[in-house]
């Protein structure tokens, strides 16, 4: 009796001295709340906005250039000779909602925006399977009133015939460190349209991805699919008349980030001349099948304005257990 | 009969006799480290360093997250997470070593002690020796702060740096490890 009771003492002691692996087990883990980040490189796929934003007090410079269509052969260097240019400034007032103008060659175009990020993709201490934002804008055309395609002396030029609305709801998920896909259900509505063959609200899905090939290149595609019959241009030819949307493509653009300090170089190829949504989604004309591809890059160039407090990591929520409290 | 009430006396006490270790923790350690170079200096800084302390054998574990590494610039903070120290492959760095140069009964005085640690730091997945000078404070108190700055080199721990970028980054990193102990 006594030596059973003994040697059942004697392991249970032995037992309570095993060395621990590791101190720091004595402190257990602390899990807080993750959100992941760098889905995309920048705030921009392509031409489209990407599930990231312009972090807290940044300042970002965009410098998007696309050249001719690559069809107009060797006399115009391939397109190299002509440019049309958007220059924007983006800047995020918190990590969640940025604001962002640009000014753009093509139409003499002015475009503002607000992006709204209101779910963030969760990497620990929360269940959020995706990161989804609301982006909305405002373009203007500022081209003389002679040289708008809608001009008729007889007719009288309201300010408003130049006013144009994107509205996109962006959801994606960073499946891996390497691959990262968003899908983009949207809305444009024009003013002012060519005929009743048109709508004003044209209604349109895209869909963008990334694979990051090294940590600081990385392959790029975005694709405008817009719903048919709601554009209906100009001018068509016979074949044009049996396109969903006559006159009209939708836009593919394909592409590199290249990352070097400070900047991010995008380099693509794209049908589309806009570099704003209005443009890309309905004034998209070219034909990718016809050679009519551009050759762009994108710069962006970030300043750090203002330097936000960090802020205390949140501690992650604890999920109720069954039967418990 | 006698003897075995001694062993069973001994079997009880024992263990607990083995636990009277001393040891310190902490959750909030202070972790810097600095870059300087002509064209920029880089620091950044992390409040969230875990580490404990044993007093009795001067055993020593630190762990940082990396993530929770801040810097001047958000953009800076996002290229040593996604480029340099990949985060999400990586995420902590630790040092598991001992202390020496001083004795546990030294440690009830107030009095700063200059220590020797070394042991092995771990960052990016590679583990390599290191050893530093550092000074433990014992305040009236009571309150233990330890102290130590050391070098670490990137290219030692596989950190790789793009030429264009090659003279905005130090080839060494000066790091300041502050930390305040609790008794656990």
Redesign the interface.
């Known amino acids: 009796m006594?030596?059973t009771?003994?040697s059942l003492?004697?392991i249970a002691?032995l037992t309570?001295?095993r060395a621990q692996d590791?101190?720091?087990d004595?402190?257990g883990e602390?899990e807080t709340i993750?959100y992941t980040?760098?889905s995309f490189k920048t705030s921009r796929v392509i031409n489209s906005h990407s599930l990231e934003n312009t972090?807290?007090?940044?300042l970002d410079f965009k410098i998007g250039h696309r050249f001719g269509f690559l069809n107009l052969g060797p006399v115009e260097a391939f397109g190299l000779d002509q440019a049309t240019i958007r220059l924007g400034l983006d800047y995020g007032l918190t990590d969640r909602i940025m604001v962002g103008i640009g000014r753009s060659s093509y139409q003499k175009t002015v475009d503002g925006f607000v992006k709204y990020k209101f779910l963030r993709q969760c990497k620990s201490g929360c269940h959020i399977p995706l990161t989804a934002a609301l982006v909305a804008g405002m373009t203007t055309t500022t081209v003389a009133k002679e040289n708008t395609w809608w001009y008729d002396e007889s007719r009288t030029d309201y300010y408003t015939h130049r006013l144009g609305y994107n509205f996109q709801l962006i959801m994606g998920r960073k499946f891996s460190?390497n691959f990262s896909l968003q899908l983009m259900p949207g809305m444009i509505h024009r003013n002012l349209i060519r005929s009743a063959k048109e709508q004003h609200d044209v209604m349109n899905i895209g869909a963008a991805g990334r694979v990051k090939l090294t940590?600081?290149l990385a392959i790029n595609a975005e694709y405008f699919y817009v719903l048919p019959g709601q554009l209906y241009g100009d001018n068509l030819t016979e074949e044009q008349l049996n396109d969903p949307n006559p006159g009209f493509h939708n836009s593919l653009s394909i592409g590199f980030d290249i990352?070097?300090?400070?900047h991010v170089f995008q380099l693509h190829f794209t049908n589309s001349t806009a570099m704003y949504e209005r443009g890309v989604i309905t004034e998209t004309t070219g034909d990718w099948l016809n050679g009519d591809i551009h050759f762009g890059f994108n710069i962006s160039r970030?300043f750090?304005l203002h330097?936000p407090k960090?802020k205390e990591?949140k501690p992650a929520r604890k999920r109720k257990k069954d039967g418990v409290g | 009969?006698k003897t075995?009430r001694i062993?069973?006396l001994a079997?009880?006490i024992?263990?607990t006799l083995?636990?009277a270790q001393v040891?310190f923790?902490t959750?909030n350690g202070h972790v810097t480290f600095t870059s300087e170079t002509p064209l920029e200096n880089i620091e950044a800084t992390n409040d969230?360093a875990?580490?404990?302390?044993?007093l009795s054998s001067g055993?020593?574990?630190v762990?940082v997250l990396m993530?929770?590494f801040?810097f001047?610039?958000?953009?800076m903070q996002?290229?040593f997470?996604?480029?340099y120290v990949?985060s999400?492959?990586y995420p902590k760095g630790t040092f598991?070593g001992t202390v020496s140069g001083f004795t546990a009964g030294d440690l009830t005085k107030p009095g700063s002690y200059n220590v020797t640690v070394t042991g092995d730091l771990t960052i990016h997945g590679v583990t390599k020796p290191l050893t530093a000078e550092g000074t433990l404070v014992v305040d009236p108190t009571g309150v233990l702060k330890a102290v130590t700055t050391f070098i670490v080199k990137p290219e030692d721990f596989d950190i790789k740096i793009?030429g264009?970028?090659r003279d905005?980054i130090a080839k060494e990193i000066d790091v300041k490890v502050q930390i305040e102990y609790q008794k656990?």
């Open positions: 006594h030596r009771l003994f003492l004697l002691a309570s001295v590791s101190l720091l004595l402190l602390q993750e980040d760098a972090a807290h007090g940044v460190d940590n600081r990352e070097t300090g400070g970030v750090t330097r960090p990591p | 009969m075995e062993l069973l079997a009880l024992l263990p083995l636990q040891r923790a959750r969230k875990t580490s404990v302390f044993d055993a020593v574990e762990a993530k929770a801040t001047e610039k958000a953009l996002e290229h997470n996604e480029n990949e999400d492959k598991k793009p264009l970028v905005n656990l």
